[in-house]
Every structure is written in C-alpha cells, then in structure tokens.
C-alpha cells in the first residue's frame, strides 16, 4: 500500500488515527516507533528547530525540505503542516505539486492570510475569504496526480474568534470543494467547542482535532464522539526541550556530566535510531559480494 492510501485509510478508518507531531527524521522514527498511526510534519516544531517564529519565515523550499526529510526516514506516512498554503492559489498549485513529488503522504493547509501567525499567539489571525480558500482546496485536489494524496482543511474560525455558525459555514464550502478531510482548531482549555462541532456539523467526511490546550481529553474520547483523528502537533518537540534544558543546566552547575548519564540515551540508543547497524551490515554484505565477483574473475583468469 502506498503512503497516501494509508494516510486515507486511517482518516476513515472505525478507530481513530492518533497522528504525533515531528521536526526531524530522528523525532519521526522515535514517533514510529512509539506506534502512531503518522507523522505530523510540524510548522511550529520545523520553525522552533531552525530558531525562528512560527510566522511563515521559513519558505516553502525549507518547509518541503524537511517534511521530505522526515518522510523519508520512516515507513507511516507525513501530513505536512502547509500554514496558509505559502501565498495565493497558484502558490498552492505549485505546492501541492512539490510536496507530492517529495513523497509526502498528503497537506493541511489553513484558512487564515498569508503570512500567517502561529494559532496560539496573541496577534493578527485574520481569516481569508471563504471564497479565495475554497480556491486553494479545489485547485490543491484537482492538481494532484495521485488521487489518493490526502488535503486537508484546517479551519480557523473558532481561534479567529468568528464563531461556531463561521466555522460551520466554511467547513461546508471546504467540504464541498472537495477536502478529503476538516480540521477543526480550538485553543480553549476545553473541548467543548470542538465537540459542538462535531455534532452540528453533517459531513461525514473525517474530522480532525489538535488538543494542545484541551489536554485532558484522550483518545478514546474523542474517538466515541466521532473525530476521525487526534494530531499531538507539538509535543515532541516540548518534550525534547525541557529535557535537553535540564541536562545542560544539570552539567553547568556540576561541572561535569556524570549526575544526568543516568536519565540521557545511550551512545548505542543514538547509533540505533540512526540506523549505523544497518549501514554496517550493509557494507560488510557489499565487501562480500566484492570478494566473491573478484574471485570468480581470478578463476576465469581475468586477473586481478
């Protein structure tokens, strides 16, 4: 099965698709390995390891490199995290383009303007018009050349402070340009928007919800009310923080590294998830069948 067919299966699948947020081929194989169902390529997490805001500062170019770079590190498939789609519609085009070739499994793209401002931040969260949106879903899924890469509508109308009646009105558009899936965003602490929505909203296409602030609903939950997939869009990399903050705090204040060798990976950890076993028994499988086409042409005495 391909990437996006899975990708499309676990959307629609009964149990719900539980999707882990990454930033690097390494993050990515440590989510794979956890047992998510995919791989989320994080615009906030790719931003926060090049050092820059969540706010389109990156380019499309860099965003694509790394969510190719994560893809191909691991066997689940990557739902890139695409912002607003880099600019207008033919910026998306080219987009949808790009990422296909590059062997993502599918895109989400929001509703919000371009250049756009990460959804927890307190600032600019204009949305675009419905109509210019739409736009982007119609071209997206009508530019693709496989039908079974996935694009997904991430709708901000809750974060933007328009309303449930909004948000439902642009999941209907969105829905019927043609988005094989919805992503309904919330920041409450709650999720009670985010269910209100799932029951008014009549679609049976998958819906999809992030609950970094609504963190105490778990999976099974949202799964008995009917979302299609929970996406942890960002806590790997939190994760990672706190505790490579700790560490280094913990050696600058010992002066020597001896207190955390007990809470860090193992040099042999690192070399695993960088796959240096495989590489190894991969040269030593070469070097042998070197040896034996070297010796085959001694015995057909074409010399070394």
């Not at 190719?68 to 880099?86: K, M, R, T, W, Y």
């Not at 042998?288 to 005495?301: H, I, P, W, Y």
């Amino acid at each position: 099965m391909t990437k996006t067919a899975a990708l499309r299966n676990i959307l629609s699948a009964p149990s719900i698709a539980r999707i882990m947020g990454a930033h690097s081929p390494l993050s990515a194989r440590m989510a794979s390995e956890a047992d998510f169902d995919a791989i989320w390529a994080s615009g906030l997490e790719i931003s926060a390891l090049a050092g820059v805001p969540d706010a389109n500062i990156l380019s499309m170019s860099q965003s694509l490199q790394a969510a190719a770079d994560i893809a191909a590190a691991v066997d689940i498939p990557v739902l890139a995290d695409c912002d607003s789609g880099f600019g207008n519609v033919n910026n998306v085009v080219d987009m949808v383009q790009r990422y296909e070739r590059a062997g993502i499994a599918g895109v989400c793209i929001e509703d919000k303007q371009y250049p756009k401002l990460n959804s927890f931040v307190e600032g600019n969260q204009d949305l675009a018009p419905v109509r210019d949106f739409t736009a982007k879903i119609i071209a997206a899924t009508q530019v693709r050349t496989d039908p079974d890469f996935v694009v997904v509508a991430r709708i901000e109308a809750l974060i933007a402070g328009a309303g449930m009646d909004e948000a439902l009105r642009r999941a209907e558009a969105y829905a019927s340009a043609g988005a094989d899936a919805l992503l309904i965003h919330s920041k409450q602490s709650s999720p009670d928007q985010v269910c209100e929505f799932r029951q008014r909203f009549p679609g049976e296409i998958p819906l999809v919800v992030v609950p970094t602030t609504y963190h105490t609903v778990t999976a099974a939950d949202l799964e008995a009310l009917g979302f299609g997939a929970v996406i942890y869009a960002n806590h790997a990399l939190r994760g990672s923080i706190a505790a490579m903050q700790e560490v280094l705090e913990q050696i600058i204040q010992d002066g020597t590294s001896h207190h955390v060798e007990s809470r860090i990976a193992s040099l042999s950890r690192v070399f695993e998830l960088q796959g240096m076993g495989r590489m190894l028994e991969q040269q030593v499988q070469f070097e042998k069948l070197a040896e034996a086409r070297l010796a085959e042409l001694e015995l057909s005495g074409g010399g070394l």
